[in-house]
Structure formats: structure tokens, C-alpha cells
T-cell receptor
Framework: NAGVTQTPKFQVLKTGQSMTLQCAQDMNHEYMSWYRQDPGMGLRLIHYSVGAGITDQGEVPNGYNVSRSTTEDFPLRLLSAAPSQTSVYFCASSWGQTYGYTFGSGTRLTVV | EDKVVQSPLSLVVHEGDTVTLNCSYE??????LLWYKQEKKAPTFLFMLTSSGIEKKSGRLSSILDKKELFSILNITATQTGDSAIYLC?????????????FGKGTKLSVIP
């Protein structure tokens, strides 16, 4: 049971480049979310999904897109990377309201 | 605006001390309060609290929720160096079929020998 798997673990991008952060879970969780973690800011919600084909914006969605074509996968796309998107990104999934969220190990992204 | 406030933001204690971490919240459609421990990588789940006044325990860690006063505490007794981590508090809320977490900024605990 792999849990929540994020790839890559580290990435350096140049300003203006695009890329996709991958997230996959093998627990058949309906709920999935993306967070970014910055020093002194805690974890902030970027986008979330309540099931395949259903996504919505969180607290800080600008500059990011998501899609959920399957229950297992929830990729996060950076459209045109900016230095302000330098952060650690976490994907998380859950069964629902009576369960906690399980987090992936994170992707450390640096935009130069 | 939904918010979760943790205090203190950092704490340094000696091994064997007992610590209390605080979390207050103001969240619309509140469902539960969760505590996570974050060492080098992913936050790992500690507790989910849904009812007031019922203490949850796991070894030297315990937590309780007060839904009237909108706060929770996490206690760690007989601290060890392995307890050094960032402790995150999150308020879970729901609405229109969703279920999301709002996190506090965390308390960085350092336990020195």
C-alpha cells in the first residue's frame, strides 16, 4: 500500500516555464487536495476535488490548474512559473469527514 | 474569514518536560479538529477530535477539544528528542459536498537533551 505518491521530489524551473506535479493515491479516496507550504505561512489550500470530474478552488488558486479524470490521480499544473511559486507542495487525500487526510511526501519547487 | 491560530509559534524544552500546545479556531461549518506532526517531510496524522470534552490519547500525547470556547490543546508528557517537530492544528469544515482543512501556522517544538 503506497498511500499518496508525489513526483518529482525536487524541481527547479525557470520563470515562465510550465510543469505538472503528479499525485497518485491507491486508497480509493474520493477527496483530494493540493497545499503549498511556505515558511511562517502554514499549509494553504490551492485546489481540491471531491471525486473524479469535480474540482474547485481553494485559498490560493491563481497560477495553478487541476483536473481529476480518475479517482487515483490529481495532477497540479503550473501554467507559467513565477518566483512567488517557490514552495513545498503537498498532495493529500481522504475518505471523508470522519477521517483525516493522508499526505504525500511533498515536492520542493524552486523557480529562478 | 476562517482562521486557525496556534500558540506558541515555537517552544524549546528539556527532555522530560511536559508541554501544552494551543489551537483556537473560527471556521464556518466546522466539523472536527485535527492535529498533525511534521518532521522533515509529510505531516503525519495524530488525532481527530469531534466532540467536546472527550480526551484522545496515544502514548504520551493527548488532546482535547472545547467546541464552546473554540479551542483545542495538545499535551505531550515526558518529552523526548524524537518529539522535536512542527505540530500543526487544522480545522475541518464541510459544505456543498466538500470536506477541507484550514491549517494554523504550526508550533515548532524543540526538545533538547
Amino acid at each position: 500500500n503506497a498511500g499518496v505518491t508525489q513526483t518529482p521530489k525536487f524541481q527547479v524551473l525557470k520563470t515562465g516555464q510550465s510543469m505538472t506535479l503528479q499525485c497518485a493515491q491507491d486508497m480509493n479516496h474520493e477527496y483530494m487536495s493540493w497545499y503549498r507550504q511556505d515558511p511562517g505561512m502554514g499549509l494553504r489550500l490551492i485546489h481540491y476535488s471531491v471525486g473524479a470530474g469535480i474540482t474547485d478552488q481553494g485559498e490560493v488558486p491563481n497560477g495553478y490548474n487541476v483536473s481529476r479524470s480518475t479517482t487515483e490521480d490529481f495532477p497540479l499544473r503550473l501554467l507559467s512559473a513565477a518566483p512567488s511559486q517557490t514552495s513545498v507542495y503537498f498532495c493529500a487525500s481522504s475518505w471523508g469527514q470522519t477521517y483525516g487526510y493522508t499526505f504525500g511526501s511533498g515536492t520542493r519547487l524552486t523557480v529562478v | 474569514e476562517d482562521k486557525v491560530v496556534q500558540s506558541p509559534l515555537s517552544l524549546v524544552v528539556h527532555e522530560g518536560d511536559t508541554v501544552t500546545l494551543n489551537c483556537s479556531y473560527e471556521v464556518t461549518n466546522f466539523r472536527s479538529l485535527l492535529w498533525y506532526k511534521q518532521e522533515k517531510k509529510a505531516p503525519t496524522f495524530l488525532f481527530m477530535l469531534t466532540s467536546s470534552g472527550i480526551e484522545k490519547k496515544s502514548g504520551r500525547l493527548s488532546s482535547i477539544l472545547d467546541k464552546k470556547e473554540l479551542f483545542s490543546i495538545l499535551n505531550i508528557t515526558a518529552t523526548q528528542t524524537g518529539d522535536s517537530a512542527i505540530y500543526l492544528c487544522a480545522a475541518a469544515y464541510s459544505g456543498a459536498g466538500s470536506y477541507q482543512l484550514t491549517f494554523g501556522k504550526g508550533t515548532k517544538l524543540s526538545v533538547i537533551p
